[in-house]
């Protein structure tokens, strides 16, 4: 099965800043990586995803790109908020969503201020 | 849209008991998800329905665990009996085929301690 291994489990970063999170994951035909944000005590609640036909995509200060021949994905953070603070999980799934996701174990990101 | 609704939101219950969690999701939507989230496992996949029908139950963990979904606006996850392992978050996520609309949309979860 499908295997998703994601880098930095803690990250820190001063506000204004960027932040990378980075996910490997193991199967080749996994073609839908959403990225999730869930605050302490909440429910994960998806940031931006991509499809692997698709090696870059961008929502305001949000990007993630892909590397289909590396397996791996990221997810980038500009100019950071101090609302940004929260865990975020990396996600794989070979059916396009329409499937079960393997989550990666998440990064706690802090903003400092 | 309600988003998906999960019940309870909280649950104590002590080893060897029965435990129903519930969802009710999205309204038009066709795949239905559950979900664990524990420190140490992280999220994980429990088992998958697509208009009613169980997909993937390979993420059960074992027999105590069963799921059904008798309809498309309702699904259980039962553990029985409970064991003090079993403690976790318990999602419900929801999604529907066709088009980019296959973004799964999570419940708020059942907190689930067993003493």
């Known amino acids: 099965g499908e295997n998703v291994e994601q880098h930095p489990s803690t990250l820190s970063v001063q506000e204004g800043d960027s932040a990378v999170i980075k996910c490997t994951y193991s199967?080749?035909?996994?073609?839908?990586f959403p990225w999730y944000k869930q605050e302490l005590g909440k429910r994960p609640q998806l940031i931006i995803d991509i499809r692997s036909n698709v090696g870059e995509k961008k929502d305001q200060r949000i990007a993630v790109t892909l590397n289909k021949t590396a397996k791996h994905f990221s997810l980038h953070i500009t100019e950071t908020q101090p609302e940004d603070s929260a865990v975020y999980f990396c996600a794989a799934s070979p059916g396009g969503g329409a499937d079960g996701l393997t989550f990666g174990k998440g990064t706690h990101l802090i903003i400092q201020p | 849209d309600a988003g998906v609704i999960q019940s309870p939101r909280h649950e104590v219950t002590e080893m060897g008991q029965e435990v129903t969690l519930r969802c009710k999701p999205i309204?038009?939507?066709?795949?239905l998800f559950w979900y664990r989230q524990t420190m140490m496992r992280g999220l994980e996949l429990l088992i998958y329905?697509?208009?009613?029908?169980?997909?993937?139950d390979s993420g059960m963990p074992e027999d105590r665990f069963s799921a059904k979904m008798p309809n498309a606006s309702f699904s259980t996850l039962k553990i029985q009996p409970s064991e003090p392992r079993d403690s976790a978050v318990y999602f419900c996520a929801s999604s529907r085929t066709g088009g980019l609309a296959e973004t799964q949309y999570f419940g708020p979860g059942t907190r689930l301690l067993v003493l």
């Open positions: 199967d080749s035909a996994s073609n839908y």
């Open positions: 309204s038009g939507h066709d795949y």
């Open positions: 329905f697509n208009n009613n029908v169980p997909i993937d």
